[in-house]
Structure formats: C-alpha cells, structure tokens
C-alpha cells in the first residue's frame, strides 16, 4: 500500500508576503502551459439533468408525446460478462399466486431436499429452552464438574409489632380566616398573573420587531 500523507498542503507554510507575491505573478503573467489532449473519446450523455428542468413546460410536453408516439430504437444490449444463475427473484417469488406457494409448501413438507451433512468445526452448546423463541444459555451445560443443589435458606420468622393508639384524641380547632385577607390574596394573584401576560405579550411585539429588521437590513441591503 502507498503510505498515506495526512500532513496539511506546502501552502499553508507559506508566508503572506511570498504568497501574495505568487499570486500577483499569476495574475499578470501566467504560466503557459500545452494545449489538453484528450486520449478518450467523449461519450453522448444527451442533455443535462439541470437544463432538463430549466425547459419551458411546451417542450416537456411535446417531448413526452413523442416518445409516446414513435420510442426510440436502441441498439441491443451487449453482455460483456457471465450470468450467474442465483435462482429465482424475491420479486418473482412475491408475485406467484397462493396456490403456488402453497403446493412448494407440501412438496417440502412430503419430500424435503436432500442436503448434504453439516460439517461442523466447533463443539455445539447446548441451549436452554431450544424448542421455545427464546434462546437463553444454560450455565450449567457450560461448566464441567458435579452438580451441587443446595438448600434454601430458611425463610424469618414473621415479627408482629403492637401499636397503643389513644382512643380518645382531642381534634385539634379548626383556626378561623378573614374573609378580607383570602379577597386581597385572590386579588393579587390575579394582578400578578395579567402582569404576567402583559409582559409576554410584549417581549414578543419586541422580539417581532426585532427580527422584521433584522430581514429588512439583510433583504433590501
């Protein structure tokens, strides 16, 4: 492999004053170089995709009724490498009817294809719960050795607690409220909240306005 270079450009090296220089020089005498050769024949594309859509409407239309009525006739494609058999399409499988899928069904089921013996080159593990959706390693199949039930740890003895409740607990009074001082909260609240919303709606004409000059500025600049 070539030994890849990530170190930056020899320009960037290069001081102001030198590099203003180079650049003057190639502004006011260039460097003449041979006429381009072209060793490879250009190839017809047709037109671009950009002046395709740059076309007035009239054109596409009459374009598009022509192709319709007489279609261009292209040279028959040539193959220049082998096809590989990979069977039959996704697509192609898809498009069948249920019958046929339905007949390959028991044709398998009946008479299954023959396939050659798996040449394994590992050591299968064994799966916990191998016939269920859920494949979840069994340790114990993993670990070589004897294998060890112990006992279950015996369960704590169910502790019960005794509470003394008082029967006769006095009901603390109810502290009695000044309907003048709950209007005067309620008042308040509701002035700090139309505060509140004067406020908002303010800071967004201010943000508006803001941002309407800021378009104009650039806009009409």
């Known amino acids: 492999m070539a030994d890849l270079d990530f170190s930056p450009p020899e320009g960037l090296t290069i001081p102001l004053w030198r590099s203003l220089l180079i650049n003057l020089a190639d502004r006011f005498a260039?460097?003449?170089?041979?006429?381009?050769?072209?060793?490879?024949?250009?190839?017809?594309v047709g037109i671009l995709e950009g002046d395709l859509l740059q076309l007035p409407w009239y054109r596409t239309v009459f374009s598009n009724i022509g192709d319709v009525v007489s279609l261009e006739v292209l040279p028959p494609l040539q193959l220049e490498s082998r096809p590989v058999d990979v069977g039959e399409l996704l697509g192609d499988e898809l498009s069948h009817g249920w019958w046929n899928s339905l007949l390959q069904g028991i044709r398998d089921r009946l008479a299954p294809e023959r396939l050659p013996a798996l040449q394994l080159t590992s050591?299968?593990?064994?799966?916990?719960?191998?016939?269920?959706?859920?494949?979840?390693?069994?340790?114990?199949?993993?670990?070589?050795?004897?294998?060890?039930?112990l006992p279950d740890a015996p369960e704590p003895a169910a502790t019960v607690y005794s509470v003394d409740v008082p029967m006769n607990t006095p009901v603390p009074a109810t502290p009695s409220v000044d309907t003048s001082l709950l209007a005067a909260r309620l008042q308040l609240v509701r002035d700090i909240g139309r505060t509140r919303f004067r406020r908002k709606i303010w800071v967004s004409l201010a943000v508006a306005e803001a941002i309407f000059l800021l378009v104009a500025i650039f806009k009409f600049q």
């Open 30 to 44: 260039p460097e003449r170089l041979p006429p381009l050769e072209l060793t490879s024949k250009p190839v017809d």
């Open 123 to 149: 050591h299968p593990v064994l799966a916990f719960g191998a016939e269920s959706n859920l494949q979840i390693l069994d340790w114990s199949s993993l670990i070589t050795g004897p294998k060890v039930f």
